[in-house]
Protein backbone atom coordinates (compact mmCIF):
# COMPACT_ATOMS: atom_id res chain seq x y z
CA UNK A 1 0.00 0.00 0.00
CA UNK A 2 2.94 2.42 0.92
CA UNK A 3 5.97 2.65 -1.12
CA UNK A 4 9.13 0.82 0.79
CA UNK A 5 10.46 2.78 3.14
CA UNK A 6 12.38 0.51 5.00
CA UNK A 7 15.51 2.29 4.17
CA UNK A 8 14.45 6.04 5.96
CA UNK A 9 13.11 4.05 9.08
CA UNK A 10 16.07 1.78 9.20
CA UNK A 11 17.85 5.33 9.13
CA UNK A 12 15.69 6.95 11.56
CA UNK A 13 16.57 4.21 14.13
CA UNK A 14 19.82 4.57 13.90
CA UNK A 15 20.24 8.33 13.54
CA UNK A 16 17.44 9.43 16.21
CA UNK A 17 17.15 6.65 18.19
CA UNK A 18 19.96 4.58 18.76
CA UNK A 19 22.29 7.20 18.80
CA UNK A 20 20.59 9.44 21.66
CA UNK A 21 20.51 5.85 23.84
CA UNK A 22 17.31 3.90 22.71
CA UNK A 23 18.76 0.24 23.66
CA UNK A 24 15.71 -2.15 23.82
CA UNK A 25 16.17 -3.79 20.80
CA UNK A 26 12.38 -4.42 20.89
CA UNK A 27 11.65 -0.79 20.60
CA UNK A 28 14.11 -0.51 17.29
CA UNK A 29 12.62 -3.36 15.66
CA UNK A 30 9.45 -2.23 15.95
CA UNK A 31 10.34 1.05 15.14
CA UNK A 32 12.35 0.16 11.80
CA UNK A 33 9.12 -1.92 10.94
CA UNK A 34 6.03 -0.23 11.77
CA UNK A 35 5.44 2.23 8.60
CA UNK A 36 4.77 5.65 10.27
CA UNK A 37 3.74 7.48 7.01
CA UNK A 38 0.56 5.15 7.43
CA UNK A 39 -0.09 7.64 10.36
CA UNK A 40 0.18 11.07 8.74
CA UNK A 41 -2.25 12.70 6.48
CA UNK A 42 -1.51 12.53 3.34
CA UNK A 43 0.17 16.15 2.32
CA UNK A 44 2.89 15.24 5.21
CA UNK A 45 4.13 12.05 4.46
CA UNK A 46 7.77 13.37 2.98
CA UNK A 47 8.26 14.44 7.07
CA UNK A 48 7.23 10.91 8.10
CA UNK A 49 11.05 10.20 9.18
CA UNK A 50 12.01 13.53 10.07
CA UNK A 51 13.38 14.20 13.43
CA UNK A 52 10.05 15.99 14.87
CA UNK A 53 6.54 15.86 15.55
CA UNK A 54 4.11 16.25 12.69
CA UNK A 55 0.59 18.02 12.74
CA UNK A 56 -2.64 15.62 12.78
CA UNK A 57 -5.21 18.36 12.84
CA UNK A 58 -7.50 19.04 15.51
CA UNK A 59 -4.46 21.37 16.71
CA UNK A 60 -2.72 17.57 18.08
CA UNK A 61 0.80 16.28 16.89
CA UNK A 62 1.98 13.31 16.41
CA UNK A 63 4.53 12.74 18.65
CA UNK A 64 8.72 12.82 17.61
CA UNK A 65 9.47 9.79 17.17
CA UNK A 66 12.53 9.91 19.43
CA UNK A 67 9.91 10.53 22.55
CA UNK A 68 7.90 7.69 20.76
CA UNK A 69 10.52 5.52 21.39
CA UNK A 70 12.17 6.59 24.94
CA UNK A 71 8.16 6.59 26.17
CA UNK A 72 7.85 2.78 25.06
CA UNK A 73 11.34 1.89 26.45
CA UNK A 74 10.67 3.34 29.90
CA UNK A 75 7.76 0.69 30.43
CA UNK A 76 10.28 -1.95 29.95
CA UNK A 77 7.52 -4.19 27.90
CA UNK A 78 8.27 -8.00 27.55
CA UNK A 79 5.26 -9.11 25.47
CA UNK A 80 2.60 -10.13 28.27
CA UNK A 81 1.73 -7.07 29.26
CA UNK A 82 -1.56 -5.39 28.90
CA UNK A 83 -1.42 -1.54 28.23
CA UNK A 84 -3.51 1.44 28.10
CA UNK A 85 -2.34 4.63 26.47
CA UNK A 86 -3.98 7.72 27.14
CA UNK A 87 -4.06 10.23 23.64
CA UNK A 88 -4.51 7.46 20.69
CA UNK A 89 -4.33 10.69 18.36
CA UNK A 90 -2.77 8.62 14.82
CA UNK A 91 -2.40 5.74 16.85
CA UNK A 92 1.16 5.38 15.63
CA UNK A 93 2.49 5.05 19.27
CA UNK A 94 -0.46 2.68 20.29
CA UNK A 95 0.80 0.42 16.89
CA UNK A 96 4.27 0.27 18.48
CA UNK A 97 2.92 -0.41 21.74
CA UNK A 98 0.92 -3.40 20.12
CA UNK A 99 4.02 -4.83 18.48
CA UNK A 100 5.40 -4.87 22.51
CA UNK A 101 3.04 -5.96 24.48
CA UNK A 102 -0.14 -8.75 24.78
CA UNK A 103 -2.99 -6.02 24.32
CA UNK A 104 -3.16 -1.87 24.29
CA UNK A 105 -6.41 -0.17 25.17
CA UNK A 106 -5.56 3.58 23.94
CA UNK A 107 -8.37 6.35 24.66
CA UNK A 108 -8.72 9.96 22.99
CA UNK A 109 -10.95 12.40 23.67
CA UNK A 110 -11.65 13.61 20.22
CA UNK A 111 -14.03 11.38 18.56
CA UNK A 112 -12.80 12.29 14.83
CA UNK A 113 -8.94 11.65 15.97
CA UNK A 114 -10.37 8.41 17.21
CA UNK A 115 -11.82 7.59 13.86
CA UNK A 116 -8.59 8.64 12.34
CA UNK A 117 -6.38 6.07 15.19
CA UNK A 118 -8.90 3.24 14.16
CA UNK A 119 -9.12 3.54 10.18
CA UNK A 120 -4.84 3.75 10.46
CA UNK A 121 -4.52 0.69 12.52
CA UNK A 122 -6.85 -1.06 10.12
CA UNK A 123 -5.06 -0.48 7.25
CA UNK A 124 -1.71 -0.70 8.80
CA UNK A 125 -3.07 -3.97 9.64
CA UNK A 126 -2.01 -3.44 13.60
CA UNK A 127 -5.48 -3.74 14.90
CA UNK A 128 -5.85 -6.94 16.05
CA UNK A 129 -4.75 -6.56 19.60
CA UNK A 130 -5.56 -2.48 19.79
CA UNK A 131 -8.99 -1.03 20.78
CA UNK A 132 -9.24 2.82 20.58
CA UNK A 133 -12.25 3.99 22.66
CA UNK A 134 -13.71 7.62 22.69
CA UNK A 135 -13.53 9.01 25.82
CA UNK A 136 -11.50 11.03 28.65
CA UNK A 137 -8.36 9.40 29.46
CA UNK A 138 -7.89 11.62 33.06
CA UNK A 139 -10.17 8.83 34.10
CA UNK A 140 -8.45 5.58 32.94
CA UNK A 141 -10.54 2.88 31.49
CA UNK A 142 -12.13 1.15 34.14
CA UNK A 143 -13.43 -1.73 32.18
CA UNK A 144 -10.05 -3.53 31.18
CA UNK A 145 -8.75 -2.11 34.59
CA UNK A 146 -5.63 -3.13 36.55
CA UNK A 147 -3.04 -2.38 33.79
CA UNK A 148 0.44 -3.45 33.61
CA UNK A 149 1.85 -0.56 32.10
CA UNK A 150 -0.26 3.22 31.09
CA UNK A 151 1.67 5.51 29.06
CA UNK A 152 0.39 9.12 28.62
CA UNK A 153 0.77 11.18 25.93
CA UNK A 154 -0.55 14.47 26.72
CA UNK A 155 1.03 17.13 29.45
CA UNK A 156 -0.46 16.94 32.94
CA UNK A 157 -1.07 19.15 35.58
CA UNK A 158 -0.43 16.78 38.18
CA UNK A 159 -0.94 12.84 37.76
CA UNK A 160 -4.27 11.82 37.35
CA UNK A 161 -5.16 9.62 40.51
CA UNK A 162 -7.31 7.20 38.27
CA UNK A 163 -4.37 6.39 36.25
CA UNK A 164 -2.79 5.34 40.03
CA UNK A 165 -5.69 3.62 40.88
CA UNK A 166 -5.44 1.61 37.48
CA UNK A 167 -2.09 0.52 37.78
CA UNK A 168 -0.99 -3.27 38.84
CA UNK A 169 1.44 -3.60 41.22
CA UNK A 170 3.90 -3.87 39.91
CA UNK A 171 3.02 -1.20 37.40
CA UNK A 172 4.57 1.06 35.39
CA UNK A 173 3.11 4.89 34.10
CA UNK A 174 4.54 7.29 31.89
CA UNK A 175 3.38 10.68 32.19
CA UNK A 176 4.86 14.04 31.30
CA UNK A 177 3.80 16.31 34.19
CA UNK A 178 4.17 19.94 35.10
CA UNK A 179 2.90 23.75 33.70
CA UNK A 180 1.53 23.80 29.84
CA UNK A 181 5.02 24.93 28.03
CA UNK A 182 7.51 22.50 29.73
CA UNK A 183 7.19 19.59 31.10
CA UNK A 184 9.04 16.47 32.97
CA UNK A 185 8.77 13.03 31.54
CA UNK A 186 8.20 11.20 34.83
CA UNK A 187 8.25 7.41 34.66
CA UNK A 188 6.59 5.79 38.14
CA UNK A 189 6.56 2.27 39.49
CA UNK A 190 4.19 0.88 41.67
CA UNK A 191 5.86 -1.85 43.40
CA UNK A 192 4.98 -3.67 46.65
CA UNK A 193 2.00 -1.26 47.52
CA UNK A 194 4.64 1.61 47.16
CA UNK A 195 5.03 4.41 44.46
CA UNK A 196 8.32 5.41 43.57
CA UNK A 197 8.81 7.90 40.45
CA UNK A 198 11.53 9.82 38.71
CA UNK A 199 12.02 12.46 35.93
CA UNK A 200 13.10 10.90 32.59
CA UNK A 201 13.69 14.30 30.58
CA UNK A 202 12.24 17.78 30.12
CA UNK A 203 9.58 17.67 27.45
CA UNK A 204 6.77 19.78 25.99
CA UNK A 205 3.34 18.29 25.32
CA UNK A 206 0.13 19.20 24.11
CA UNK A 207 -2.19 19.39 27.08
CA UNK A 208 -4.15 16.70 28.74
CA UNK A 209 -7.85 17.71 28.78
CA UNK A 210 -10.69 16.39 30.47
CA UNK A 211 -11.86 15.69 34.61
CA UNK A 212 -8.12 15.72 35.89
CA UNK A 213 -6.25 17.36 32.68
CA UNK A 214 -6.57 20.78 32.20
CA UNK A 215 -10.36 21.84 32.11
N1 LIG B 1 0.15 9.10 20.71
C1 LIG B 1 -0.24 9.94 19.59
C2 LIG B 1 0.05 11.41 19.81
C3 LIG B 1 -0.93 11.99 20.73
S1 LIG B 1 -1.04 13.73 20.86
C4 LIG B 1 0.38 9.49 18.30
O1 LIG B 1 1.23 8.60 18.29
O2 LIG B 1 -0.04 10.01 17.26
C5 LIG B 1 -2.08 13.78 22.27
C6 LIG B 1 -3.49 13.30 22.05
O3 LIG B 1 -4.12 13.30 23.33
C7 LIG B 1 -4.34 14.22 21.18
O4 LIG B 1 -4.86 13.48 20.12
C8 LIG B 1 -5.44 14.70 22.11
O5 LIG B 1 -6.69 14.87 21.46
C9 LIG B 1 -5.49 13.61 23.14
N2 LIG B 1 -6.05 13.94 24.45
C10 LIG B 1 -5.89 15.07 25.19
N3 LIG B 1 -6.53 14.98 26.37
C11 LIG B 1 -7.10 13.72 26.38
C12 LIG B 1 -7.90 13.01 27.34
N4 LIG B 1 -8.25 13.53 28.51
N5 LIG B 1 -8.30 11.77 27.02
C13 LIG B 1 -7.96 11.20 25.83
N6 LIG B 1 -7.20 11.81 24.90
C14 LIG B 1 -6.79 13.07 25.17
Known amino acids: MFP ?7 EMVEAQLRRRGIRDERV ?12 VPAESRFLSYRDDPIHIGYAQTISQPYMT ?14 VLEVGAGSGYHAAVL ?12 EPALARLARENLARAGRDENILVVTG ?16 VAAGAPEIPAALLDQ ?4 GRLVIPVGPRADQDLRVIWKRNGRIESRSATACRFVPLRGEEGWR
Open 4 to 10: DRQAERR
Open 28 to 39: LRAMEQIPREGF
Open 98 to 109: GALAATVVTMEL
Open 167 to 170: LKDP
Open 69 to 82: ALMTELLELQGTED
Open 136 to 151: DGSLGYPKFAPYDAIS
